[in-house]
């Protein structure tokens, strides 16, 4: 009986080991198709926003895109000027870059993108840009005092640089 039990661990033990590369590997497949489809649908986003209308003099004004970013732990999403592009980048896997066709700018220091995120065209004295906001920003943009905010406010008030 007791042999039987101790087999039965070993090859418990064998599968697993066996198991385990397959798991690794559906698991950074599954992470980098996350982030190849937000990078995508960002892009997508700027590009539609950039062709299909006229800068807003305001953000209360401008045309806008509301997108919903789920990335892995690891995984980053960033704009970068000079030529505007994102960066999506995931650990152990090569950085990919797609390119805007206008410049994006986020709120404060951080230029990564993530969660749920307004997407801005707006026109400004040197040139139109896309403002990548945090937060979903609906209706006449009564929300645009949070849009910036690096978590929820609480009895702090809102400092909106833009």
Do not use: W
């Not at 039987?4 to 397959?22: D, E, G, H, N, S």
């Not at 559906?26 to 986003?45: E, L, P």
């Not at 505007?84 to 950085?95: A, D, I, M, N, Q």
């Not at 993108?113 to 896309?130: F, H, I, K, M, Q």
């Amino acid at each position: 009986m007791t042999v039987r039990v101790a087999l039965a661990a070993v090859f418990t033990l064998a599968l697993l080991a066996a198991a385990q590369p397959a798991v690794d590997h559906a698991t950074r497949t599954r992470d980098a198709a996350a982030v190849g489809a937000s990078a995508d649908r960002v892009a997508d986003a700027v590009h539609a926003v950039h062709r299909r209308s006229d800068p807003g003099r305001t953000v209360e004004t401008a045309p806008r895109r509301a997108l919903r970013l789920d990335l892995p732990t690891d995984a980053s999403l960033a704009v970068r000027d000079g030529p505007p592009r994102l960066v999506s980048t995931l650990p152990g896997r090569p950085k990919h870059q797609r390119t805007l066709p206008v410049p994006v700018e986020t709120c404060g220091n951080e230029a990564t993108l993530d969660g749920p995120t307004t997407l801005a065209y707006v026109d400004r004295p040197n040139g139109s840009v896309v403002l990548a906001l945090r937060g979903f920003i609906r209706g006449n943009a009564t929300t645009a005092s949070h849009a910036c905010a690096p978590r929820p406010l609480r009895g702090a008030r809102p400092r909106l640089r833009l």
